[in-house]
């Protein structure tokens, strides 16, 4: 079964809209846990706009599922996945003002900053995963970083897939087949929800996880929070 990781970065977006800690990011994590959540996932950025460094810090120890922290990994940001020491880091290429993640990695073009990154955490037996669009040299790129997944870059999908092109998942079997090929892990992520989710895992070979956040919260707004983690999961299985 693909584990479910749920990103919390919007319980902090709402938190930050009022100040004080209503509600609180550490106690949805454990209840994601508790309703089913195989995973916790955050995206602190350097402007600290939902997910603050200290969240990072506050949630390790409440965290006992799978952790995964993603973000650009700048020297901040390195610093601090090697104090918290999560179960996974995810290098996502954001641009400081981005308002959300838009683009993977030319894996090639920055081979030698991803390979001492990564080697970095590696060392510290950190996981590592390489945001990647589905495009096969770069596949073959974040094979040579040395990276032990990637995580696929599904906006595209999404959005064809509302539009009703289920062919929009061809070049993701693709880069599925060519990861599996080369002994890279698979994960997924940006723009996935409870309309999407099936057909997605359904056709992804030995996809590992998935990371879901903002349709996740949007949903739970309506069906609840447990309820529709266990619809994921249902999904997923």
């Known amino acids: 079964m693909t584990k479910l990781s749920v990103n919390i970065n919007k319980i902090a977006t709402l938190r930050n809209s009022r100040g004080g800690d ?3 990011v550490v106690q949805f994590a454990k209840d994601a ?17 939902h ?12 965290v006992y599922t799978e952790y995964n922290i993603e973000g650009n990994p700048i020297e901040s940001f390195v ?4 104090e918290v020491k999560p179960t996974q880091v995810t290098l996502v290429p954001d641009a400081v003002d ?7 990695w030319d894996t090639i073009k920055h081979n030698h ?11 510290n037996g950190i996981r590592t995963s390489i945001f990647v669009d589905p ?16 995580e696929l870059y599904t906006e595209a999908f999404a959005h064809q897939y509302s539009l009703g092109n289920s062919d929009a998942i061809k070049p993701y079997i693709e880069s599925a087949k060519l990861a599996n090929s080369l002994g890279l892990g698979i994960n997924a992520g940006h723009d996935l929800s409870l309309d999407n989710i099936k057909y997605f895992k359904d056709n992804i070979p030995d996809l590992l996880e998935v990371s879901i956040g903002h349709a996740l919260i949007t949903e739970s707004l309506y069906l609840g929070v447990e309820n529709v983690i266990q619809m994921y999961l249902h999904r997923l299985k």
């Open 51 to 62: 997910i603050r460094y200290q969240d990072a810090r506050d949630l390790k120890p409440e």
């Open 135 to 150: 495009i096969l040299k770069q596949i073959e790129g974040a094979k040579e970083t040395g990276t032990d997944r990637i």
């Open 79 to 82: 610093n601090l996945v090697l």
């Open 22 to 24: 209503v509600p609180n």
């Open 33 to 49: 846990q508790r309703f089913g959540a195989e995973g916790i996932t955050i995206h602190p950025r350097p402007d600290e706009r």
């Open 98 to 104: 981005a308002i959300t993640s838009n683009a993977g």
């Open 113 to 123: 900053f991803l390979v001492d990154v990564i080697a970095a955490f590696k060392n």
